[in-house]
Nanobody, 120 residues
Framework: VQLQASGGGLVQSGGSLSLSCAAS????????MAWYRQAPDKPRELVAT???????NYADSVKGRFTIPRDNAKNTGYLQMNDLKPEDTAVYYC???????????????WGQGTQVTVSS
């Protein structure tokens, strides 16, 4: 099983970006999906989560600006980021709790990071 993150880039303050996280491989089910970010010299922080039923939670710093939809048919999660600010600059990582086919339990998977840079 692999998670492939994409969609990062450079954007001006106030702009928007959309990140994607596609899961592939021998997948039975995907439970929660999440996005984390890590800015230079700062610990990794949780940005947003979504359950398999669609319940979402957001860090206070991104509430009202970011959304975390998912397409279960495509095994893909997204992070739609609006009204971006320079403090949103970080490497963004996707994370998912995935049960592989024929596995007894799920496991935690991480995508590679994708850089988001917001210029002022």
């Amino acid at each position: 099983v692999q998670l492939q993150a994409s969609g990062g880039g450079l954007v001006q303050s106030g702009g928007s970006l959309s990140l994607s996280c596609a899961a592939s491989g021998s997948i039975y089910s995907i439970n929660a999906m999440a996005w984390y970010r890590q800015a230079p010299d700062k610990p990794r922080e949780l940005v947003a989560t979504i359950t398999s039923e669609g319940s979402t939670n957001y860090a206070d710093s991104v509430k009202g600006r970011f959304t975390i939809p998912r397409d279960n048919a495509k095994n893909t999660g997204y992070l739609q980021m609006n009204d971006l600010k320079p403090e949103d600059t970080a490497v963004y990582y996707c994370n998912a709790d995935i049960r592989r086919k024929y596995a007894y339990r799920s496991a935690d998977y991480w995508g590679q990071g994708t850089q988001v840079t917001v210029s002022s």
